[in-house]
């Protein structure tokens, strides 16, 4: 019984890896645009005195009840919700879903919420920046230009959103169990590292 939590560089491969460490543990996986909605709805469907038993039941209803393939059509956004309140129900779904545990989580800051949380795995994917242009090319067919654009921007989205939860350096080696750099291991070979890891992790 673990929690698998992935930052990565934009590019690096962190929702490919994500989906195929998920598939082979038979964990849930969900990565940021998921999260954020979980929280969005969330945030329609209760009030802030809500009682954590209540909110846990809300998140488990909410992932029964949301097809994967309708995530990406649901997501309305939350500019109806001010930031801190966006950020508040963020941390207490990713707090919830940590505790059915079998589940793998990109990004949103999930490796900061749950640093203290008993049974989680954060692991963090960088690769050289030419490598992570071609990945978005040869996966999302896009320009190069367009790619390493979209990964400048990405870049700095991620440091900024980070900081709310951890003032430092969030690629710090120090903060992860695992760093692993795409460039030099192959996604197939680092989803068997991590799979094994996890697996000695449970034991």
Not at 17 to 24: C, D, F, P, S
Not at 54 to 67: G, I, K, M, R
Not at 84 to 110: C, F, N
Request: glycine share 6%; hydrophobic share 40%; net charge negative.
């Amino acid at each position: 019984m673990a929690v698998v939590s992935i930052s990565r560089q934009f590019g690096a491969g962190g929702k490919t890896l994500g989906e195929m460490v998920a598939h082979n543990l038979g964990y849930r996986f969900l990565f940021e645009r998921q999260l954020d909605t979980l929280a969005v709805e969330a945030m329609k469907a209760v009030g802030e005195e809500t009682e954590a038993s209540s909110y846990h039941d809300l998140v488990v209803d909410l992932l029964t009840n949301l097809a994967p393939s309708n995530f990406m059509d649901r997501w309305t956004g939350s500019s109806q919700y001010d930031e801190k309140q966006h950020l508040e129900a963020l941390t207490r779904v990713i707090e919830h879903l940590a505790d059915q545990d079998d589940v793998v989580m990109l990004g949103r800051g999930s490796q900061f919420i749950l640093r203290r949380h008993p049974g989680t795995i954060r692991l963090l994917l960088v690769a050289r920046m030419e490598d992570r242009i071609d990945f978005m090319v040869r996966n999302y067919e896009m320009e190069e230009q367009t790619a390493q654009k979209l990964i400048v921007d990405a870049d700095k989205k991620r440091v900024r959103f980070l900081h709310q939860f951890y003032p430092g350096e969030p690629d710090e080696a120090s903060l992860y169990h695992m760093v692993i750099n795409t460039s030099m291991v192959p996604l197939e070979t680092s989803t068997n590292q991590v799979c094994r890891l996890v697996e000695r992790m449970e034991g």
